[in-house]
């Protein structure tokens, strides 16, 4: 059953592939293609949601946890990786959460890329893409972990370059793909020191193996560093440019150049969450290194501190979701890095939710004024677009971490995890990710403000034509939203609370010494209470500022010009990568072929023997007959030579 | 023996192929259409000949199979001599299908000489795949050093404007190295009184005489991968080569310098091998780095290609040279995968150039709103030439790098940098070509793949994703050589280090 779930959608995208090559002959067959790509799509999107709920059933309630092997992979020695497809709670929740919210998607694409040419293409690029992230999920070793993990940074490049006509749609995709590879690059050099030390890739003979590799070390440039650390580090390389994380973060902003479904689903279900899922799926070699796990939580938390930074003066409505994605996936890791796996999965779950209600919702509201996306020009949408303002309503509380919903359960336990750790790193994880509620419902609440409310800054023209989204759109908000409200406390006990061992079974590995997640339900009062009042701060200052004095975010901007401007170029990343490492490239790549290759080593090379020999050469006549007849005389003189040397030496 | 000598029956049949469209006669046209069926039907037989030695042949043993012998030149102990084992096998049918796809991918572009043209593909695929199944060192060298005659013409005849340049570059290069080959050759001769190659892989070579002996044989093969520095006859010839005669340059004469290492550098020459290796690796990393880097800054299509060609070799020399199973294996992988990748990719340049005679990359943009089943097929190759999993790329770069990283972590990571840079460039090239607006004079009515090119590119596509997702009936087929190899090396190893500790 698993097994389907992994392959309906390859399926349903392979035959929405197929049809996107049909040529229609007129309009109404164009239609009719259309349409069927989107229903096959759909349905097998649909079916394989519904199989894993009751997977997922299976699984993490009833414990048939196991592996169905498919086929072999790569066999060389001992380095043996098989298709398969893992199933315990941990692979059962994640196909859960990614088909459930894909299905929504696939459904809410229906209506959203309405108008575009190229639908059997989208479809077909949508289901692919859910099908890579399935393979990654569901996989019982590092390679094929690998697979899904480059196939999800594949369809990601064809998403955000779905309108290849668009040059920056062409930049940004280029760019995810290539941010995404140096992070792989890191990546793969964990798998094969993973293989170096354990002689395998496969998750359970590595995790069998861990204890007796506790204390192992790997020479690297000369010196011994502690070898579980440095397999773990480089994985994490891995998960820090899939998740977006500080340092190689800079493609997913970038990537709002694709379709808004293309960004629920990047952003919200798949992809960034492959690198929090891999982390917990390796917490058996994790726990063993505490330095990997402080690396992860110092990056986790300063993540989250920076995008939400910069997510508080963006004005395009979809680089303020994407930052905030990031943000949110860093409170996903250092609660990781505290050993809180389960709470990060949580929050994944949730994240999963309300980030897709968010960008859907935003996709909406886009719909609705006609491709604008700078939040400057909204503003007084609410009546006309009403679904859509109460889901972003939700989604907006959900994000902001106010109780009861989704996004409050989750980010609360990661917080108190953090507190509880008992660690240096966990307190300043605990300090910024309360700092970052903050900063998190102000620029929340500060786009569902500019959004909707105030007097309205488009034209009257696309004002005129602003319209609630058609049913097939505004069915996967209501169904979303749902989630947003009532994820959090349906999970909370199966995942943090009481019957979280049974849940999780064999899937997360926590050391005793390690008690964040033990301790978390015992903190004080007032751990609990300062995130949840720093986000009331938060949002209260968002309403000052754009409600009711409207007039105060540009005196501010015009009063700390250096602070502003560093945000608004988010700390100017882009263009330090652009000066170290881009132009350096492009000119050593020119200098290397001008110089290196045409003036060195043809100069003296080739190009040098010729100028003597051309002579030679000239004389012998054309090309064709001249230095075939050299060739061919070099050798026949070498037989003639092969031929003496074995005479003289037998007869001599 | 009795039994049916396929080996040379794939060797010769071309041969004979040839032979016949020189006896066609009748009109110019005639001619020209005369030649291209029948050099079609010749390699289809040929390939679907050289399949059976694949279905026949027995994965468990590392043993050469197939042998035929005849005496040849009894007086001076050299013998007719053939056979394949793991190692060789599977190039003889990726030489078989790629000489296909040559005479289809040339059915229109080649419109003067054509029977020429013809013989000297058919010619050359005797030589290649000859080269593949000799086992006694003066028909090897024969096969070996043969090839070139074939393509010098190709290059010299039915290449670009700078022929006369191209083809002098490589024949300076070539010799070199093959000079030092023959001595070689010869000091291996009258030390071990024989040419047998089964023989002489497992006669032991003194050690002093093996780091010469290596050295010669290095000189050769380097040429041919090649091998930094010795690479910049490469761009040259693929940018002046016809299309057709880029795919068998990239797809299979490449192959020679990586087979050859496998061949004779790590039988023969083990201890130098284990010496030498950092050298390789040297060399190796700065292949993959630096042509990876040109590449980044080329304009000209054909040359981007042959540049990302030498950084894909640089992974094959870098895993021979760890004696190690993934390595090894993962080299040939390698092999075999740039062989079908690069040569889809020089096919798809030859698409557009056909089309529009430009190479220059700036000269389209935009293709995909005209081309979509060229876009689907150009992005197949390029995924596969930057090792997506799936792909065969991926199989080969893969087991390549984790066979290095066992040797040496710096290193792997090093080459592993090949695969980002990889991703740079031909996403780059990608992106130049296929989309954006389509806005170039003269691309508005450019058509799209024909039913011809699309049966040249159906089995490439085919083959790469089979071999990346299921790679088992290729591995199985050259584990048991390999592993051979790497036990005679150890063997190798072990009496050197007892030798050195006495």
Known sequence: ?652 | MTTFPILSVTTFLPLVGAAFILLIRGTPEEVARNARWTALWVSLITCVVSLFIWFGFDSRTPDFQYQEEAQWIADFGITYRLGVDGISMLFIPLTTLLTIICVLASWESITERVREYMVAFLAMETMMVGMFSALDLFLFYIFFEGTLIPMFLIIGIWGGPRRVYSAFKFFLYTLAGSVLMLLAMLAIYSEAGTTSIPVLMTHRFPESMQTWLWIAFFASFAVKVPMWPVHTWLPDAHVEAPTAGSVILAGVLLKFGGYGFLRFSLPMFPVASIELAPFVFGLSIIAVIYTSLVALAQEDMKKLIAYSSVAHMGFVTAGTFTFTPQGLQGAIVQMLSHGLVSAALFLIVGVVYDRMHSRLIDSYGGLVSRMPAYAIAFMVFMLASVGLPGTSGFVGEILVLVGLYQVSPVAAALVATGVVLGAAYMLYLYRRIVFGKLTKDGLAKILDLSPREIAVFAPLILLVLWIGIYPAPVLDVMHASVENLISQIDAARGSALAMAGR
Request: glycine share 8%; net charge negative; proline share 4%.
């Open chain 1, 1 to 652: 059953m698993a097994v389907a779930v992994v392959l309906l959608p390859l399926l349903g995208g392979l035959i929405a592939g197929i049809l996107a090559f049909a040529t229609p002959a007129n309009h109404d067959a164009r239609h009719t293609v259309d349409r069927l790509a989107q229903y096959v799509t759909c349905a097998a999107m649909i079916v394989a949601a519904l199989l894993a709920v009751a997977v997922f059933y299976d699984v993490a309630v009833r414990g048939n946890v196991g592996t169905d092997d498919l086929f072999r992979w790569i066999e060389s020695g001992t380095f043996e990786v098989s298709w398969a497809v893992k199933m315990d709670t941990l692979s059962a929740l994640m196909i859960m959460v990614v088909s459930v919210v894909s299905s929504a998607i696939h459904v809410y694409s229906i209506g959203y890329m309405h108008h575009d040419p190229s639908i059997p293409r989208f479809m077909s690029y949508l289901s692919l893409f859910t099908f890579c992230m399935l393979a990654l999920v569901t996989s019982d070793n590092l390679v094929q972990l690998f697979f899904g993990w480059e196939g999800v940074g594949l369809m990601s490049y064809l998403l955000i370059g779905f309108w290849y006509e668009k040059p920056s749609a062409n930049a940004a995709a280029i760019k995810a793909f290539l941010v995404n590879r140096v992070g792989d690059f890191g990546f793969a050099l964990g798998i094969f020191a993973t293989y170096l030390m354990f002689d395998s890739v496969d998750f359970d003979a590595i995790f069998q193996a861990v204890p007796g590799k506790a204390d192992a070390t790997m020479r690297i440039f000369g010196g011994e560093f502690h070898a579980i650390t440095v397999v773990c580090l480089l994985l994490f390389v891995g998960a820090m440019g899939k998740s977006a994380q500080i340092g190689l973060h800079t493609w997913l902003p970038d990537a709002m150049e694709g379709p808004t479904p293309v960004s629920a689903l990047i952003h919200a279900a798949t992809m960034v969450t492959a690198g929090v899922f891999m982390v917990a799926r390796l917490s058996p070699v994790f726990e063993y290194s505490d330095v990997a796990l402080t690396v992860v939580t110092i990056v986790g938390a300063t993540t989250a501190l920076f995008a939400a930074s910069v997510g508080c003066v963006q004005n395009d409505i979809k680089r303020v979701i994407a930052y905030s994605t990031c943000s949110q996936l860093g409170y996903m890791f250092f609660a990781c890095g505290v050993s809180a796996y389960s709470a990060g999965v949580f929050h994944l779950m949730t994240h999963a939710f309300f980030k897709a209600l968010l960008f859907l919702g935003a996709g909406s509201v886009i719909h609705a004024l006609s491709d604008e996306q700078d939040l400057r020009k909204m503003g007084g949408l609410w009546r006309l677009i009403p679904v859509t303002y109460v889901v972003m309503w939700i989604g907006s509380l959900a994000g902001a971490g106010i109780w009861p919903f989704a996004g409050y359960y989750s980010k609360d336990i990661i917080l108190e995890a953090a507190f509880a750790s008992g660690t240096t790193v966990g307190q300043f994880a605990f300090w910024v990710g309360a700092a970052t509620a903050c900063l998190t419902a102000f620029y929340t609440f500060r786009l569902l403000i500019l959004t909707f409310h105030g007097a309205p800054h488009a034209d009257e023209a696309v004002m005129a034509r602003v319209h609630e989204s058609p049913a097939i759109m505004l069915w996967p908000l209501i169904f979303l939203a749902i989630g947003a409200v009532t994820a959090g406390f349906v999970g909370y006990s199966a995942f943090d609370g009481e019957g979280a061992d049974r849940f999780w079974g064999e899937a997360i590995l926590i050391f005793d010494s390690h008690p964040a997640l033990e301790h978390a339900h015992h903190v004080a009062p007032w751990v609990k209470f300062l995130p949840l009042s720093l986000s009331g701060l938060g949002i209260a200052i968002a309403v000052l500022l754009y409600a009711i004095r409207p007039t105060l975010p540009d005196a501010i901007a015009r009063t700390f010009p250096g602070l502003h401007k560093f945000l608004l170029n988010k700390w100017y990343f882009d263009e330090l990568y652009d000066m170290l490492f881009v132009r350096p490239s492009f000119a050593l790549a020119r200098n290397l072929w001008k110089t290196g290759d045409e003036a060195i080593i043809d100069g003296f090379g080739p190009n040098g023997l010729a100028s003597g020999t051309l002579n030679l050469a000239s004389r012998a006549g054309a090309l064709q007959s001249g230095f075939l007849y050299h060739y061919a005389f070099a050798m026949l003189a070498g037989v003639v030579i092969l031929v003496s040397w074995y005479l003289f030496s037998r007869l001599g």
